[in-house]
T-cell receptor, first 112, second 114 residues
Framework: KNEVEQSPQNLTAQEGEFITINCSYSVGISALHWLQQHPGGGIVSLFMLSSGKKKHGRLIATINIQEKHSSLHITASHPRDSAVYICAVTQGSGAGSYQLTFGKGTKLSVIP | NAGVTQTPKFQVLKTGQSMTLQCAQDMNHEYMSWYRQDPGMGLRLIHYSVGAGITDQGEVPNGYNVSRSTTEDFPLRLLSAAPSQTSVYFC?????????????FGPGTRLTVT
């Protein structure tokens, strides 16, 4: 089973700061997912990537397959970015595979 | 599209009671799954389905049953509720079972068993 580790567990930032959340995994994967969960809210998929880099607005996700590591960056952070960010990986092949294994999440608080 | 819907949003049960958590999706997704989320732990897979009539166990299936009679619906049944089943439950779906695809999550059901 893949082990997914996230760091830091908790992060407090001032509004406007550049934020990095890290994710590492133990076994080769088919894809890595970054998810966002607001307090008391549902879970939204931010990115799915298997190589390189993706950007959406102020969010950037990168992955290094050789290092088994991914980072989620938030530029010009804003209080509305306060949420739990969850890293998850899929691995496998064939029908019924590609189950998600989740990290425990990083709780981000952005202070005005 | 409504996406993935779950009912109820909140539920309190007494130990030994049974109930069904409802999940539906209108995106014609093949794959549906149920997760539970507990403090300090990552989401854990309870059961999943790769299509109508086909279900399988995940990491933590004990105490739960599922069925998939249609593509749209994937209910989760608690047979005899226990305090250890106090959790937030998320239903999710994705287009294909054969590849990595973006997953869509429902809003969650917060269950308390007393």
């Amino acid at each position: 089973k893949n082990e997914v580790e996230q760091s830091p567990q908790n992060l407090t930032a001032q509004e406007g700061e550049f934020i990095t959340i890290n994710c590492s995994y133990s076994v080769g994967i088919s894809a890595l997912h970054w998810l966002q969960q607001h307090p008391g809210g549902g879970i939204v998929s931010l990115f799915m990537l298997s190589s390189g880099k993706k950007k959406h607005g102020r969010l950037i996700a990168t992955i290094n397959i050789q290092e088994k590591h991914s980072s989620l960056h938030i530029t010009a952070s804003h209080p509305r970015d306060s949420a739990v960010y969850i890293c998850a990986v899929t691995q496998g092949s064939g029908a019924g595979s590609y189950q998600l294994t989740f990290g425990k999440g990083t709780k981000l608080s952005v202070i005005p | 599209n409504a996406g993935v819907t779950q009912t109820p949003k909140f539920q309190v049960l007494k130990t030994g009671q049974s109930m069904t958590l409802q999940c539906a999706q209108d995106m014609n997704h093949e794959y549906m799954s149920w997760y539970r989320q507990d403090p300090g732990m990552g989401l854990r897979l309870i059961h999943y389905s790769v299509g109508a009539g086909i279900t399988d166990q995940g990491e933590v299936p004990n105490g739960y049953n599922v069925s998939r009679s249609t593509t749209e619906d994937f209910p989760l049944r608690l047979l005899s509720a226990a305090p250890s089943q106090t959790s937030v439950y998320f239903c999710a779906s994705r287009y294909s079972t054969h590849q990595s695809h973006e997953q869509y999550f429902g809003p969650g059901t917060r269950l308390t068993v007393t």
